[in-house]
C-alpha cells in the first residue's frame, strides 16, 4: 500500500505508536530510520529489526540539531512522533512542550529544509480543540483554545508546520489523534491501573469522578489510518482527526481491566471533580467521516471494540511478562 514511500525518518520510532509504525513500514520493504532518545521509548520494541540492513537506529534528541540534520539526509518521508506524551507531568511544567513539543518540532522542520525533505507526517491530538462546544468535533472545528500545554504545544506545532508547507512547499499529513490502545505502552490508562492493581488489588484510585469519556483507536489501526491518509490526501497540508466513534468511560475502563486481571471485590475510589488533572478534556467525541470518506476502514471501527481489544492485548503481554 504504501509503495512509493522508500526511505523514512521516524521520530519516536521506539516509542509506543512510533515502533507499530516502524513494523509496518518495515514489513512493507522500506528503509527505516529510528531517531529516538529513548526517554521513553525502549530498545526491545525495535529490537526484532535490528542487523537488517534496511534499518538504522540513532540514539540522539531533537534538541541536538547536527545529529538530527545528518540522520534526515536522503530520507523521502519523516514521520515526526516524537514529543512529550506525560501530559500528566507537563500540567506542572509548562518548558517540557515547549521544548520536547514546539521547538523539537521546529528544529524536524529546518532539518527538512536544510536536507530538502519534502514530506512530513505529524501527530497531533485531539486535544487542540479543548472544550469544544460542537461534538463530535470536526477538522474545521474552532476557534481552536486548547486547556493543557501538551495541547498548546500540538496546535503550535500544527501552525508552525502550516506556515512551512506555504512558504517552502513541504507538503505534510497531520492527524489530531484520538487515545490510542494496543500492546507495548509506554504510558495510559491501562499501565497505570495495571500497575495500581498490581501494588494493591483490593482497591483501585482513579482520578476523577469516572464519567470523564475519550474516543479510542486501537493501535494497527491507527498506523494504518495514517499511512492510508498519506497516500490518498493530496493537498500541500491534509488534516484528518484519527480515531473511532464513540467514547469509553473511566469507570468503564476500571470494571474492564478488573475483569482482565481476573480480580473481584475490587473497591474502585474515585479523587473526584470533573476533570482527572488540570488540563483534562472531560468529554471528547471525534467526527472521523473525513478520512473515512476517502474510503478507510478502521477493524475496530468504535471506541468500545477498539479499547476492548487493545487492553486485551495490553493485559495479556504484561501478565506473561510477570508469571
Ligand atoms: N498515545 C496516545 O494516545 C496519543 C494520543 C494523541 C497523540 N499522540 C502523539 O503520538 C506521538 C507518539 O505517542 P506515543 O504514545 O507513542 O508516545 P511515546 O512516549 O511512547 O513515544 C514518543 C517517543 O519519542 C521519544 N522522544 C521524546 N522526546 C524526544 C526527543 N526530544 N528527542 C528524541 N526522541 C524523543 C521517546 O523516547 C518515545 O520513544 C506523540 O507525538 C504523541 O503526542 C499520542
Known sequence: ??????????????????????????AEGNDVVVYDNLSLGKKEFIAPHFGNPKFAFVEADLLEVGKL?????????????????NIIKSSKNPDIDLE???????????AMRETGVGKLVFTSSNVVYGEATVSPTAENYGPLLPISFYGA??????????????????QAWMYRFGNIVGKRPTHGVVLDFYEKLK???SVLPVLGDGKQSKPYIEVHDCVDGMLFGLVHAHEPLNLFNLGTTGGVFVRDIADIVIAEMGLKNVEVRFAGGVRGWPGDVHTVRLDVSKLKSLGWKPKYPTSL?????????ILADLKMKHS
Open 100 to 110: 520536547q513539543g514546539t521547538a523539537a518540532t521546529y528544529n524536524v522542520l529546518q
Open 69 to 85: 540534520t545528518k540522520a534526515m539526509k536522503g530520507r523521502d518521508v519523516v514521520f515526526h512522533l516524537a514529543a512529550n506524551s
Open 199 to 201: 501494588k494493591d488489588p
Open 305 to 313: 471494540e477498539a479499547f476492548s481489544a487493545g487492553a486485551k492485548d
Open 1 to 26: 500500500m504504501v509503495k512509493h514511500i522508500k526511505k523514512v525518518l521516524v521520530t519516536g520510532g521506539a516509542g509506543f505508536i512510533g515502533s507499530h509504525l516502524v513494523d509496518r513500514l518495515m
Open 153 to 170: 504545544s500540538k496546535l503550535a506545532c500544527e501552525a508552525v508546520i502550516s506556515a512551512y508547507v506555504h512558504n517552502f512547499g513541504i
